[in-house]
Protein backbone atom coordinates (compact mmCIF):
# COMPACT_ATOMS: atom_id res chain seq x y z
CA UNK A 1 0.00 0.00 0.00
CA UNK A 2 2.81 2.32 0.59
CA UNK A 3 4.11 2.41 -2.19
CA UNK A 4 1.48 3.27 -4.50
CA UNK A 5 0.93 5.86 -2.45
CA UNK A 6 4.36 7.60 -2.52
CA UNK A 7 4.21 7.55 -6.37
CA UNK A 8 1.18 9.08 -6.61
CA UNK A 9 2.40 11.78 -4.17
CA UNK A 10 5.51 11.84 -6.20
CA UNK A 11 3.65 12.37 -8.95
CA UNK A 12 1.48 15.02 -7.34
CA UNK A 13 4.51 17.11 -6.50
CA UNK A 14 6.04 16.61 -10.13
CA UNK A 15 2.04 18.52 -10.94
CA UNK A 16 2.33 21.13 -8.29
CA UNK A 17 6.23 22.01 -9.25
CA UNK A 18 4.87 22.25 -12.70
CA UNK A 19 2.51 24.52 -12.32
CA UNK A 20 4.31 27.16 -10.04
CA UNK A 21 7.15 27.19 -12.54
CA UNK A 22 4.11 27.97 -14.95
CA UNK A 23 2.62 30.65 -12.88
CA UNK A 24 5.61 32.05 -12.29
CA UNK A 25 7.29 31.75 -16.06
CA UNK A 26 3.75 33.35 -16.75
CA UNK A 27 3.57 36.26 -14.13
CA UNK A 28 7.16 37.48 -15.26
CA UNK A 29 6.38 37.39 -18.86
CA UNK A 30 3.44 39.53 -18.11
CA UNK A 31 4.98 41.78 -16.67
CA UNK A 32 8.21 42.63 -18.90
CA UNK A 33 4.95 42.62 -21.49
CA UNK A 34 2.98 44.98 -19.83
CA UNK A 35 5.59 47.14 -18.97
CA UNK A 36 8.11 46.75 -22.24
CA UNK A 37 10.84 45.98 -20.20
CA UNK A 38 12.89 43.89 -22.08
CA UNK A 39 12.97 44.40 -26.04
CA UNK A 40 14.91 42.87 -28.30
CA UNK A 41 18.84 42.95 -27.94
CA UNK A 42 18.74 44.18 -24.43
CA UNK A 43 21.60 43.18 -22.16
CA UNK A 44 20.27 42.74 -18.80
CA UNK A 45 21.89 42.68 -15.53
CA UNK A 46 20.54 40.43 -13.13
CA UNK A 47 21.07 41.13 -9.94
CA UNK A 48 22.23 38.52 -7.78
CA UNK A 49 22.33 38.52 -3.85
CA UNK A 50 21.65 34.97 -3.13
CA UNK A 51 18.59 35.07 -1.69
CA UNK A 52 15.21 33.56 -2.60
CA UNK A 53 14.34 36.40 -5.14
CA UNK A 54 17.29 37.39 -6.87
CA UNK A 55 17.84 33.22 -7.36
CA UNK A 56 14.11 33.17 -8.52
CA UNK A 57 14.28 36.12 -10.95
CA UNK A 58 17.59 34.49 -12.42
CA UNK A 59 16.31 31.43 -12.72
CA UNK A 60 12.78 32.56 -14.82
CA UNK A 61 15.01 34.73 -16.90
CA UNK A 62 17.36 32.16 -18.00
CA UNK A 63 14.36 30.72 -19.25
CA UNK A 64 12.40 33.33 -21.04
CA UNK A 65 15.84 33.94 -22.70
CA UNK A 66 15.75 30.44 -24.37
CA UNK A 67 11.81 30.60 -25.23
CA UNK A 68 10.55 34.35 -25.94
CA UNK A 69 10.35 35.06 -29.14
CA UNK A 70 12.55 38.11 -28.89
CA UNK A 71 16.70 37.72 -28.44
CA UNK A 72 18.01 39.00 -25.10
CA UNK A 73 21.02 38.62 -22.95
CA UNK A 74 21.39 37.86 -19.45
CA UNK A 75 24.34 38.60 -17.07
CA UNK A 76 23.95 37.59 -13.60
CA UNK A 77 25.98 40.43 -11.31
CA UNK A 78 26.72 39.82 -7.47
CA UNK A 79 27.86 42.94 -5.02
CA UNK A 80 30.60 41.16 -2.67
CA UNK A 81 30.18 43.59 0.38
CA UNK A 82 33.01 42.19 2.60
CA UNK A 83 30.99 41.42 5.04
CA UNK A 84 33.00 38.58 7.31
CA UNK A 85 32.30 35.33 7.03
CA UNK A 86 30.90 35.61 3.26
CA UNK A 87 30.80 32.80 1.37
CA UNK A 88 32.54 33.79 -1.59
CA UNK A 89 32.61 30.64 -3.39
CA UNK A 90 28.79 29.61 -3.51
CA UNK A 91 27.62 32.06 -6.19
CA UNK A 92 30.82 31.73 -8.71
CA UNK A 93 30.08 27.71 -8.11
CA UNK A 94 26.26 28.12 -8.90
CA UNK A 95 26.59 30.81 -11.72
CA UNK A 96 30.03 28.21 -13.51
CA UNK A 97 27.36 24.99 -13.27
CA UNK A 98 24.25 27.04 -14.54
CA UNK A 99 25.99 28.38 -17.17
CA UNK A 100 25.18 31.91 -17.39
CA UNK A 101 27.89 34.40 -17.72
CA UNK A 102 28.53 36.65 -14.41
CA UNK A 103 30.75 39.25 -12.83
CA UNK A 104 31.16 39.50 -9.07
CA UNK A 105 32.41 43.07 -7.84
CA UNK A 106 33.95 43.33 -4.77
CA UNK A 107 33.88 46.38 -3.00
CA UNK A 108 34.41 46.82 0.85
CA UNK A 109 31.09 49.18 1.75
CA UNK A 110 30.71 46.97 4.90
CA UNK A 111 33.79 49.03 6.31
CA UNK A 112 32.15 51.91 5.29
CA UNK A 113 29.31 51.33 6.51
CA UNK A 114 30.14 50.29 10.07
CA UNK A 115 32.41 53.22 10.21
CA UNK A 116 29.78 55.75 9.38
CA UNK A 117 27.00 54.24 11.43
CA UNK A 118 26.64 54.14 14.83
CA UNK A 119 26.22 50.78 17.12
CA UNK A 120 22.77 49.64 16.94
CA UNK A 121 21.28 51.89 14.19
CA UNK A 122 19.65 50.55 11.25
CA UNK A 123 21.94 50.31 8.16
CA UNK A 124 19.89 49.24 5.34
CA UNK A 125 19.80 53.00 4.23
CA UNK A 126 23.32 53.82 3.47
CA UNK A 127 23.76 50.08 2.51
CA UNK A 128 21.31 50.57 0.00
CA UNK A 129 22.96 53.91 -1.14
CA UNK A 130 26.09 52.45 -1.63
CA UNK A 131 24.77 49.31 -3.37
CA UNK A 132 23.12 51.22 -6.18
CA UNK A 133 26.02 53.39 -6.55
CA UNK A 134 28.04 50.09 -7.13
CA UNK A 135 25.92 48.43 -9.09
CA UNK A 136 24.88 51.50 -11.51
CA UNK A 137 28.80 51.88 -12.75
CA UNK A 138 28.80 48.69 -13.29
CA UNK A 139 25.94 48.17 -15.28
CA UNK A 140 28.00 51.10 -17.39
CA UNK A 141 31.45 49.12 -17.32
CA UNK A 142 29.37 45.79 -18.57
CA UNK A 143 27.45 47.69 -21.38
CA UNK A 144 24.35 46.75 -19.93
CA UNK A 145 20.78 48.22 -21.54
CA UNK A 146 18.45 47.08 -18.25
CA UNK A 147 19.11 46.45 -14.31
CA UNK A 148 16.69 43.59 -13.39
CA UNK A 149 15.77 44.04 -9.61
CA UNK A 150 14.15 40.95 -7.73
CA UNK A 151 11.76 42.96 -6.36
CA UNK A 152 7.93 41.21 -6.40
CA UNK A 153 4.41 41.77 -5.63
CA UNK A 154 4.59 41.71 -1.85
CA UNK A 155 7.02 44.17 -1.91
CA UNK A 156 5.79 46.68 -3.93
CA UNK A 157 2.39 46.30 -1.73
CA UNK A 158 4.52 47.15 1.67
CA UNK A 159 6.06 49.73 0.24
CA UNK A 160 3.02 51.29 -0.62
CA UNK A 161 2.30 51.41 2.93
CA UNK A 162 5.47 52.12 4.65
CA UNK A 163 4.88 55.48 1.90
CA UNK A 164 1.23 55.77 3.51
CA UNK A 165 1.97 55.40 7.09
CA UNK A 166 5.60 56.73 7.51
CA UNK A 167 5.75 59.27 4.66
CA UNK A 168 2.55 60.85 4.51
CA UNK A 169 3.05 59.55 0.30
CA UNK A 170 1.01 57.92 -2.15
CA UNK A 171 4.23 55.68 -4.02
CA UNK A 172 5.52 52.28 -4.12
CA UNK A 173 8.37 50.39 -6.49
CA UNK A 174 7.39 51.32 -10.02
CA UNK A 175 7.76 48.02 -12.49
CA UNK A 176 9.98 50.07 -14.40
CA UNK A 177 11.67 53.46 -13.96
CA UNK A 178 15.08 55.61 -15.07
CA UNK A 179 18.02 54.94 -12.14
CA UNK A 180 18.27 58.33 -10.17
CA UNK A 181 21.13 59.38 -11.78
CA UNK A 182 19.24 59.15 -15.23
CA UNK A 183 21.59 56.61 -17.32
CA UNK A 184 20.20 53.38 -16.69
CA UNK A 185 16.54 51.95 -16.96
CA UNK A 186 15.59 49.73 -13.99
CA UNK A 187 13.52 46.97 -14.25
CA UNK A 188 10.87 44.91 -11.58
CA UNK A 189 10.35 41.79 -13.22
CA UNK A 190 8.64 39.80 -10.68
CA UNK A 191 6.19 42.55 -9.99
CA UNK A 192 3.27 40.23 -10.81
CA UNK A 193 4.81 37.04 -8.38
CA UNK A 194 3.71 36.63 -4.57
CA UNK A 195 6.75 35.86 -2.26
CA UNK A 196 4.88 32.97 -0.96
CA UNK A 197 5.13 31.61 -4.50
CA UNK A 198 9.05 32.28 -4.41
CA UNK A 199 9.62 30.35 -1.16
CA UNK A 200 8.06 27.32 -2.75
CA UNK A 201 9.92 27.79 -5.68
CA UNK A 202 13.02 28.58 -3.90
CA UNK A 203 12.65 25.44 -1.94
CA UNK A 204 12.01 23.11 -4.55
CA UNK A 205 14.73 24.19 -6.69
CA UNK A 206 17.22 24.32 -4.00
CA UNK A 207 18.42 27.48 -4.12
CA UNK A 208 21.80 28.22 -2.35
CA UNK A 209 20.48 30.75 0.16
CA UNK A 210 22.89 33.37 1.38
CA UNK A 211 21.78 35.25 4.22
CA UNK A 212 22.47 38.62 4.40
CA UNK A 213 24.11 40.11 7.87
CA UNK A 214 25.45 43.07 7.40
CA UNK A 215 23.24 44.52 10.20
CA UNK A 216 23.38 41.95 12.44
CA UNK A 217 19.90 40.24 11.26
CA UNK A 218 18.39 43.79 12.26
CA UNK A 219 14.79 43.60 11.48
CA UNK A 220 13.45 46.01 9.56
CA UNK A 221 10.54 46.58 12.40
CA UNK A 222 8.07 48.85 9.93
CA UNK A 223 8.02 46.86 7.27
CA UNK A 224 7.83 43.55 8.97
CA UNK A 225 4.55 45.11 10.51
CA UNK A 226 3.29 46.16 7.50
CA UNK A 227 4.31 42.41 5.43
CA UNK A 228 2.78 40.61 8.61
CA UNK A 229 -0.73 43.38 8.06
CA UNK A 230 -1.03 42.41 4.64
CA UNK A 231 -0.49 38.38 5.33
CA UNK A 232 -3.47 38.73 7.91
CA UNK A 233 -5.43 40.45 5.67
CA UNK A 234 -4.70 37.60 2.86
CA UNK A 235 -5.90 34.93 5.47
CA UNK A 236 -8.78 36.62 6.45
CA UNK A 237 -10.00 38.23 3.49
CA UNK A 238 -8.98 36.56 0.56
CA UNK A 239 -8.58 38.71 -2.34
CA UNK A 240 -8.34 42.13 -1.04
CA UNK A 241 -3.94 42.03 -1.76
CA UNK A 242 -4.97 40.71 -5.18
CA UNK A 243 -7.43 43.84 -5.52
CA UNK A 244 -5.15 46.11 -3.92
CA UNK A 245 -2.19 45.59 -6.11
CA UNK A 246 -4.72 45.86 -9.19
CA UNK A 247 -5.83 49.13 -7.64
CA UNK A 248 -2.10 50.48 -8.36
CA UNK A 249 -2.87 50.11 -12.22
CA UNK A 250 -6.01 51.54 -12.15
CA UNK A 251 -5.64 55.59 -10.60
CA UNK A 252 -8.10 57.88 -11.02
CA UNK A 253 -6.30 61.26 -10.25
CA UNK A 254 -9.80 63.69 -10.40
CA UNK A 255 -10.86 61.65 -6.95
CA UNK A 256 -7.81 61.71 -5.57
CA UNK A 257 -6.28 65.15 -3.40
CA UNK A 258 -3.14 65.74 -5.67
CA UNK A 259 -3.34 69.70 -7.33
CA UNK A 260 0.13 68.43 -9.40
CA UNK A 261 -1.59 65.54 -10.37
CA UNK A 262 -4.87 66.98 -11.80
CA UNK A 263 -6.25 70.83 -12.42
CA UNK A 264 -8.93 71.31 -9.82
CA UNK A 265 -8.84 75.27 -10.36
CA UNK A 266 -9.91 74.79 -13.94
CA UNK A 267 -13.17 72.65 -13.03
CA UNK A 268 -16.61 74.15 -14.14
CA UNK A 269 -19.50 72.88 -14.81
CA UNK A 270 -20.57 72.13 -18.09
CA UNK A 271 -24.04 70.59 -18.48
CA UNK A 272 -23.46 67.71 -20.07
CA UNK A 273 -23.53 64.21 -18.31
CA UNK A 274 -20.48 63.08 -17.35
CA UNK A 275 -19.79 59.42 -15.83
CA UNK A 276 -16.66 60.38 -14.26
CA UNK A 277 -18.52 63.20 -12.25
CA UNK A 278 -19.34 63.36 -8.24
CA UNK A 279 -20.87 60.14 -6.77
CA UNK A 280 -21.54 61.20 -3.36
CA UNK A 281 -24.81 61.15 -2.87
CA UNK A 282 -24.87 57.30 -4.28
CA UNK A 283 -24.01 54.53 -1.67
CA UNK A 284 -20.51 52.95 -2.35
CA UNK A 285 -21.16 49.19 -3.86
CA UNK A 286 -19.04 46.60 -4.02
CA UNK A 287 -19.30 42.48 -5.00
CA UNK A 288 -19.54 40.38 -1.66
CA UNK A 289 -16.84 38.21 -2.44
CA UNK A 290 -13.20 39.45 -3.56
CA UNK A 291 -12.04 36.29 -5.92
CA UNK A 292 -8.50 36.09 -6.93
CA UNK A 293 -7.86 36.87 -10.81
CA UNK A 294 -5.96 35.94 -13.30
CA UNK A 295 -3.12 37.43 -15.14
CA UNK A 296 -4.19 37.93 -18.77
CA UNK A 297 -2.24 35.80 -21.75
CA UNK A 298 1.35 36.87 -22.75
CA UNK A 299 1.41 39.44 -25.57
CA UNK A 300 4.90 40.50 -26.75
CA UNK A 301 6.76 38.22 -24.52
CA UNK A 302 4.55 34.84 -24.56
CA UNK A 303 6.61 31.86 -24.00
CA UNK A 304 6.88 28.83 -26.30
CA UNK A 305 5.84 25.84 -24.71
Known amino acids: MNAPLTQRQARRDVFESNKLAKR ?50 VIAVNLDQKQPGFPEHILPAYLRELGV ?15 LIPEGKTTCSLCSRLRRGVLYRVAGELGATKIA ?16 FFGSKLKTM ?20 RETDLELWAAQRQFPIIPCDLCGSQPNLQRQQVKEMLRDWERRFPGRVNNLFRGLANVVPSHLLDTALYDFQSIVATGAPNP ?30
Do not use: W
Request: glycine letters at 6%; aromatic letters at 8%; hydrophobic letters at 35%.
Open 101 to 115: PFHIENQDTYSIVKR
Open 149 to 164: LGHHRDDILQTLFLNL
Open 24 to 73: LRREVGQAISDYAMIEAGDKVMVCLSGGKDSYAMLDVLMYLREHAPIEFE
Open 174 to 193: PPKLVSDDGRHVVIRPMAYC
Open 276 to 305: DGDHAFDPMTFPESLPETTLQPLQSLSVKH
